[in-house]
């Protein structure tokens, strides 16, 4: 399992670049909106997931890790594949998406080849409370590596998925400075929730 990749890419496609590093050359299929960002023989830190089926095992790269975490979460989606959600981040970026989903914009969303409206409301429905932890304002500066090691924390003491899930809905995350802050505010709301 890769976490990400950093090497100097060979060469381009429309769908995937060929990074090479220490000799070693990984495809990487990535969103076509980044095209024109990744120019042949510049390195490139490309956060990665690692797409494992029965009969596939592909690279898919981000630039940033924000797109990574909303390729992640759409990915949870019942009835949205890679391909799809894929198509979603080579259309929209990070920042685009909060934007749609903030507002219920289905309309733009629907601008996405082969989602249709039905999709694109539930894909609307079903991140707007996974994501409002994870929008960024000037006033709020939560970091997405604090949440992911925030979870990681969590789960080391013994907290499942679902109870994380749930208590990370009620919590505003901009409110804690620190890492252990926020560790100790949310072990506070879990106790209490018992």
């Known amino acids: 399992m890769f976490e990400y990749l950093y090497g100097t890419v060979e060469y381009k496609k429309m769908d995937y670049i060929?990074?090479?590093?220490?000799?070693?050359?990984?495809?990487?299929?990535?969103?076509?909106?980044?095209y024109e960002k990744i120019e042949v023989g510049n390195k490139y830190k490309f956060y990665?997931?690692?797409?494992?089926?029965?009969?596939?095992?592909?690279?898919?790269?981000?630039?940033?890790?924000?797109?990574?975490?909303?390729?992640?979460?759409?990915?949870?989606i019942n009835g949205i594949g890679s391909s799809l959600a894929l198509a979603v981040l080579s259309n929209f970026s990070y920042n685009k998406i909060i934007e749609i989903i903030s507002k219920n914009d289905y309309t733009t969303l629907r601008q996405v080849p082969k989602l249709g409206e039905k999709k694109a409301q539930i894909i609307i429905l079903d991140l707007k409370g996974k994501l409002k932890n994870l929008i960024y304002t000037e006033e709020e500066t939560v970091s997405m590596d604090m949440l992911?090691?925030?979870?990681?924390?969590?789960?080391?003491?013994?907290?499942?998925?679902?109870?994380?899930?749930?208590t990370l809905e009620k919590i505003d995350l901009s409110k804690f400075s620190s890492l252990e802050d926020a560790i100790k505010g949310i072990l506070k709301n879990m106790r209490i929730g018992d």
């Open 18 to 34: 060929a990074i090479d590093i220490n000799g070693v050359g990984y495809r990487v299929y990535f969103p076509l909106r980044e």
């Open 48 to 76: 990665i997931y690692n797409h494992i089926k029965e009969d596939t095992y592909k690279l898919i790269g981000f630039l940033e890790e924000g797109d990574r975490k909303i390729f992640e979460l759409l990915l949870k």
């Open 148 to 166: 992911d090691d925030l979870i990681l924390a969590l789960e080391g003491l013994g907290y499942n998925k679902k109870e994380i899930d749930k």
